[in-house]
């Protein structure tokens, strides 16, 4: 029986790898703020003073005291006098200064009139509103207070992480610097695109994919090229990623026949090697987890589908501790319905393509079905994938699931 | 009544503008694949041959005919003969050839043995199982045929998108050239984080957010700088938007009150200027719409809640128009329930921020109370936007929504 002798369960193979390898964070580096967008925070960003810093007027218009106004209404105007000064010191009177938006808020004053409710008469100012205190007004520390954090450590920088970034004063953030994934795809049959080609080559393919999939996590992909089936070469190749890159991917040359030389060559680099290789799931059972010079090499296998799954599970939570994220990222995830039902293998992990559709305000898994994990277009056809755990045999009509989106979910007109 | 006179509807708006502008995609480029990640297809891409091109072994194994395996099993394995030959050609015996994964299938065979379900004695080799046709083949334009679309235009690549259009052989593609976006703050009251700051001054924090969201769609963001509260500046920073960018979006300047100059500016720099100002929407009612020399400028608000929600509304779909998408790429949705009631007003599109969160397997949107379109963080604290339609006045405790999401889905422990 040339089969793997032990499947590992992808929790246990995880743990096994990540205790080897005590994943340290990629370095800091400060860069300008415009540059930051879905970067990783590196420190928590504390606000150094009140948000906002004084009372502000949220609208246009006239900074009152809101005692005054009371009683005013359209049929009952009342009528205020304008005042200059930064303070509304004549409380015998109906005191009213302009505002625009983001003025601050004169002493004395505790709400604003929206110009709107107002109408100029001659020098007066008849408002036709009454207000309540800290009406149309932002509050000094209302956003945030002093000293609280305003962005977290190990935040994904989204756009509104951003503008809270520059409100409490920052051009420059402390980020995590990208991680370097270095790629290797082997295999003889494997030619470049826009090369020649061999009768029996077929154009390499897994090299851009996994790259991208880098760049969805926002790592950076370095190319080591494609290696033939020959230990040497592989494990050359191997040794240059580990120089240039904080980690190693793979593809090909995992299986469990004599022509399968990644697993040699990675115990070939040195110590400790391979630490699991058989993992029970489906696809990607061939995928072999590794650790050389400190930094984790993840073998994959050539099967585009099956290294897809197989980044899933190990590439991208790696990816994510490398970023010091808290906890792995995880894709955006719906309900769904299974629209038939499918088998799956017990014992393992299985990665389900589905195409899931709106259609009647309810949304349809459609299991996208191929025999093996070789078939591009049944990915680019799904838009997601269930994920069904060891202990089942597969998936029932009408039952409820939960996908994993790579895609856009489209509405289908019944 | 300084109000708006009248208030247009979304979907009015947007196509006012559309209408006026005759949208024209962006130009093509012609870059390397592996740069190509989430840019978008600029024409279909066709299979210039069947994929795969031959009949392919997706295991390691023996290719055979699988007739030649009726009745083998573990207990009663079958004996092959091996052959070098590129062709089973010895009918009158059992045959078989050595294939490793992605080897072409020999003529004459059809079906190949996993090497865990074989064994070599002597010569020969013990066959435990029995085949069917095309068994662990992957066939010939199986994935995808001669002819056939590998990738339509105006697909955003994804990473599975990369591999399907390395795997039929390209090297280089041609995309839609990003949308260059020119983005423009205005206001007395705005500070440039890293500089000097006026007592009455509050830090800018709108053209890093905007940027954001242009990269969110890949889009390239250009920065106009701040413009202080004068048309004339406006104007110039505004025509030179122009010059460099394929639209313009300014933010500021845009309510009903004395200094919002920005209508005033665009107005100014030429004809037709302001299609559409006041938006029944909340927030971002005083956004306008403006068309320059045949170019798009969107003037939003101050408030960043609200030039969000401007933006979501008219920059997205004008982006992804630039940009050749067929439709408005959308953001991820799900259907949640409401955690309490919230009104809304009536007559306007209203965008609820809502945090998300799952609890008991069910989703749960709590709505992130906030007076007014000025507080940041109701965003970081939010992951997402009910968007409440113009004929309702509010949201009913329990009620199923549907949310935009905009951040990741916390699982919360019950």
Same mark, same amino acid.
Request: aromatic residues 0%.
């Given at each position: 029986m040339k089969g793997f002798q032990k499947l590992t369960f992808t929790y246990e193979a995880l743990q096994t790898w990540f205790d080897a390898l005590q994943v340290k964070r990629c370095r800091d580096i400060t860069i300008p703020l415009s540059d930051a967008y879905n970067q990783v925070l590196a420190e928590d960003v504390i606000?150094?003073?009140?948000?906002?810093?004084f009372d502000r007027s949220a609208v246009d218009g006239y900074a009152v005291r809101?005692?005054?106004?009371?009683?005013?209404?359209?049929?009952k105007p009342l009528l205020f006098r304008f005042t200059e000064s930064e303070?509304?010191?004549?409380?015998?009177h109906r005191e009213a200064k302009q505002v625009w938006t983001g003025n601050p808020i004169p002493k004395g004053a505790n709400a604003v009139i929206m110009l709107e409710n107002t109408k100029k008469v001659d020098s007066k100012i008849e408002v036709w509103t009454q207000a309540a205190p800290h009406d149309n007004v932002m509050r000094r520390g209302e956003d945030l207070k002093k000293g609280e954090v305003a962005v977290p450590v190990g935040t994904r920088l989204k756009p509104y992480h951003l503008a809270l970034l520059s409100a409490v004063g920052n051009s420059e953030v402390k980020v995590v610097e990208k991680p370097k994934i270095a790629i290797l795809a082997t295999g003889n049959e494997l030619a470049k695109t826009g090369e020649e080609r061999g009768e029996k080559q077929i154009w390499e393919s897994n090299r851009v994919m996994i790259a991208g999939m880098c760049c969805e996590l926002d790592a950076e992909p370095l190319d080591l090229g494609i290696a033939k089936d020959n230990v040497d070469e592989i494990a050359e190749a191997i040794m240059l990623g580990l120089k240039i890159a904080d980690a190693v991917i793979t593809t090909g040359g995992?299986? +469990?026949? !004599?022509?399968?030389l990644v697993p040699e060559a990675v115990n070939k680099v040195g110590k400790?090697?391979?630490? +699991?290789? !058989?993992?029970?799931?489906?696809?990607?059972?061939?995928t072999a987890l590794a650790v050389l010079e400190g930094k984790p090499v993840m073998v994959l296998s050539g099967n585009p589908v099956a290294a897809i799954a197989g980044f899933e599970v190990f590439a991208r939570p790696l990816i994510c501790k490398l970023l010091g994220m808290p906890r792995e990222e995880s894709r955006p995830v719906v309900k769904a319905v299974m629209a038939k039902k499918i088998a799956t293998a017990l014992g393992k992990k299985n990665f389900v393509r589905v195409r899931v559709i709106q259609k009647n305000d309810e949304l349809i898994a459609e299991p996208i079905s191929a025999?093996?994990?070789?078939?591009l277009t049944t990915m680019t056809r799904a838009n997601g994938f269930v994920i069904v755990a060891e202990n089942r045999e597969g998936l029932t009509e009408g039952e409820k699931v939960t996908v994993h989106l790579f895609g856009e979910v489209e509405t289908v007109k019944p």
């Open positions: 606000a150094q003073e009140d948000l906002p810093r809101a005692d005054d106004t009371k009683g005013a209404s359209q049929t303070e509304l010191v004549d409380t015998a995992t299986s +469990v026949g !004599g022509l399968d400790p090697g391979i630490l +699991v290789h !058989g993992i029970a799931m489906r696809p990607a059972m061939p025999k093996g994990s070789g078939n």
